[in-house]
């Protein structure tokens, strides 16, 4: 058993794989199919626990999804939770970092498998992700305004910058819910499938990504983040420094010799 399965074993309501589909690859679910998978206290904390162990594992790359039995990836926050608590307790709650940032300043790259419906709070985790592969059956939203209540996992910040202003004020002021066509259509997710196809594509782009080197992943997603977060001649300025370091790994030596050698490389685990 791995750290990450050991860690993972302690958790009542996420569940991880680890190879199980491509080397390098783990797998990682939340599990309140009774509940549709909201995000509750618990699976905040044991997702957080199991990224941190990810963190420090020789995983190359994460799929992030939710258990299929809920038919979603995650419905939103815990309603009842938000219920109980006044000003100062979300305040509390909503220090920095959450779950989202776990996700986002994640090194690996992180893949959100949507299989199903992806609203709220669940809308703010894959926007999250770095790359979203959708279920032709989901359906994804931030209907927070519905409640008497806004984003407030980064979905006011980030929507905006993967959709434009617009798109992003419609789905926020009104809390429609869009299908995943519709989604791809403004750039909320990347691809989208059905059934036959939906598994074999977020694998095959999650082994096609694990079969890179390690520190080469983590500085560009790194740089590829830094696009929306920096001015250009800033943004220009912390790739050109990201990738001058990348000659100091022997990943870098490696790559470029199994090239003219015509070989996979044989990276080093970082």
Known sequence: MTDVEAVAAECETVDVAVDDRAEGVVTVTMNRPDARNALNGTLRAELKRVLDAIEESSARVVVLTGADEAKAFVAGADVTELRERDMLEQREASKRPRVYEYVDDLKQPVIARINGHALGGGCELIQACDVRIAHERAK???????????????????????????????LILTGEL?????????????????????????????????????????????????????????????????????????????????????????????
Request: charged share 30%; hydrophobic share 40%.
């Open 140 to 170: 994804i939203g931030q209907p927070e305004i519905n409640l008497g209540i806004m984003p407030g996992g980064g979905g006011t910040q980030r929507l905006p910058r993967l959709v434009g202003e617009g798109h992003a004020m419609r």
């Open 178 to 270: 869009i299908s995943a066509t519709e989604a791809a259509d403004i750039g909320l997710v990347d691809e989208v499938y059905g059934d036959d196809e939906f598994d074999d594509r977020v694998y095959e782009l999650a082994e096609m990504m694990a079969t890179k080197s390690p520190v080469a992943l983590e500085f560009a997603k790194k740089a590829v983040k830094a696009a929306s977060r920096m001015d250009l001649e800033q943004g220009i300025e912390y790739e050109a420094e990201l990738f001058a370091q990348l000659f100091g790994s022997p990943d870098k030596n490696e790559g470029i010799d199994a090239f003219f050698e015509d070989r996979d490389p044989e990276w080093h685990d970082n």
